[in-house]
């Protein structure tokens, strides 16, 4: 049997700003050659934890290795795409890629081609990067990122801001990377992104919750009862926990509850059906190891 070292390994991560931990005791393996997938809720600390990985921040307990070496001993094999935190307003698009190109030494001439790729005009890289939609600025924090020819992509929320045609040519392009053996990590809070990624690890206050591949983790959801309307399912439901909808409240089957009991009463629009990615993130950030 070949046991293959992770790309990343974390182990007992915590950081501390001065106001209570961010991050208590974070446990994560990143596989070699595999896109991993951060998900969690909003300021539970992911951003932190890809800058401790980085090298950009250092944590206050516990140990990050990549590639067996410390993270600032492995920056030159790394590439970290940091939202909205990178480009810089007051420079065009070009002189931002050439800032960037100098930066980093295993940089390529592959910006425009990847901008290409994601659709981006690349006569706007002649505007400064302050009149920039959201997407655009997202599309050139991805493709200066991309172009660096090295082995580990930490992206964070890549997909934030872009629409799905454009998430979808994201998409095949990691593909790409993943077959050429490099490893991504990344966080996003899209649920189709699960699509893309071999190994999901669920973030919460807790540290890593869960990890395990889209599948595995969607196929241990209970089924998700919705109700529109005054139907009354918090009875039907694990915790009693409903999460509202623009038309439907969600929630998920309380172990032991027969669907058709909760669907039988003539008159309330109440259904059961499977789960989706999204009941995916809403289960293993609120509501796993509840009853
Ligand atoms: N330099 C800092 N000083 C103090 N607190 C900080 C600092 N940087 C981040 N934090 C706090 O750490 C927490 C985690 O932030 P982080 O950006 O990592 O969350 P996140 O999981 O990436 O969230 P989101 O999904 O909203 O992007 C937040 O409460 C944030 O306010």
């Known amino acids: 049997m070949t046991v ?168 095949s392009l990691l593909a790409d990377r993943r077959e050429a053996g490099e490893t991504i990590l990344v966080s996003s809070h899209l649920p189709a992104d699960a699509e893309l990624a071999d190994t999901i690890a669920v973030v919460t206050d807790d540290g890593v919750t869960a990890v395990d591949s889209p599948e595995a983790l969607l196929a241990a959801v209970p089924p998700v009862v919705l109700a529109e309307g005054p139907a009354d399912i918090a009875d039907a439901v694990r915790d009693g926990r409903l999460f509202e909808g623009e038309i439907h409240r969600r929630g998920f089957l309380r172990e032991g509850v027969d669907p058709e009991r909760v669907t039988g009463d003539e008159g309330t629009a109440v259904q059961v059906r499977e789960p989706t990615y999204t009941d995916m993130f809403n289960y293993y950030v609120h509501l796993r190891g509840t009853r």
């Open 4 to 171: 293959t070292t992770p790309a990343v390994s974390v182990r007992g991560l915590r950081k501390d700003f001065g106001n209570g931990d961010v991050l208590a005791g974070v446990d994560l393996d990143v596989p070699d050659g595999e896109i991993t997938l951060l998900m969690g809720p909003n300021g539970v600390g992911k951003t932190i934890l890809l800058s401790c990985i980085a090298g950009g921040l250092h944590p206050d307990d516990g140990e990050v290795t990549v590639f067996g070496a410390s993270p600032g001993a492995a920056a030159e094999s790394l590439s970290f795409m940091l939202q909205d935190a990178m480009l810089v307003d007051e420079l065009t698009g070009r002189e931002n890629v050439a800032f960037f190109r100098d930066l980093h030494p295993h940089s390529t001439d592959e910006v425009e081609a990847i901008l290409e790729t994601l659709d981006f005009e690349t006569e706007a890289l002649e505007m400064e990067v302050g009149d920039y939609s959201g997407g655009m600025k997202r599309k050139l924090e991805l493709a200066i990122s991309l172009s660096v020819d090295v082995s580990l992509y930490l992206l964070d929320e890549p997909t934030a801001a872009l629409d799905m045609t454009t998430v979808e040519q994201l998409h």
